[in-house]
């Protein structure tokens, strides 16, 4: 019997790629040393735009968010949208205030300053919180793929495999340190190959996905096993 293959419409492949070139530019932004102040500007006000766009596409989740049942699951998914929104609002106006190409022409009246520390703390938490967001999005996303065991069971594996090795270079490289702010200026190995670099945070990224996920799973079970769909992307 042939298998029907569900392909998605034009909206949810708006948000795929939009979703998708923001997880490309988390590193590329985590590496502002490395590329240069200018293009780590550049990079910030494209992630800003695409913000900006994937709200846009899901603005009718983001009108649902406070409706329906507030389950365990939903209020950890609510707490999590509603830090990273500020994060998000954080780090351009935070960037701006340090600018030195592109918002020169705006007075940072003495702001250099706070913002440095503002901006450190909202990047770093703004990625585990960016992975935790994805993580509760996973099965969603991974559904075609869960229901072919002979391709879910090898990929649940790499991907687990993956975040593991994010968690041991979440702690390799001191991130919990500029979280807290127990280390105020960021450390880079300029002899680290670049690749290497963008690998390694996107392994972060995937390390705090499968917390995400993980917890997600948690609290569904102690709201009574059902997973409330309403506040979903697209919903």
Known sequence: MKQTVTRPDGARRGRMAVDGAM????????????????????????????????????????????????????LFSTAVTLLLCAVMILLPLSGIAMSRHLFTFLPAGGLAAPARTVHLLASHWGLALMGVHLGQHADSMLAGAKRRRGVWLPLAAALTAVACWGAYQFLRRGLWDYMTLKTQFVYFDYGEPRLLFFVSYLAIVACFAWIGRAVKKLLRRLGGGRADNSFQAGA
Do not use: C, D, K
Request: charged share 15%.
């Open 23 to 74: 997880l490309i530019l988390l590193p590329v932004l985590m590496a502002y040393s490395l590329v240069g102040e200018l293009w780590h500007e550049i990079a910030g006000v494209a992630m800003t735009a695409l913000f900006l766009a994937h709200h846009i596409l899901n603005r009718r989740a983001a009108a649902a968010l406070f409706r329906g049942r507030q389950t365990p699951e939903r």
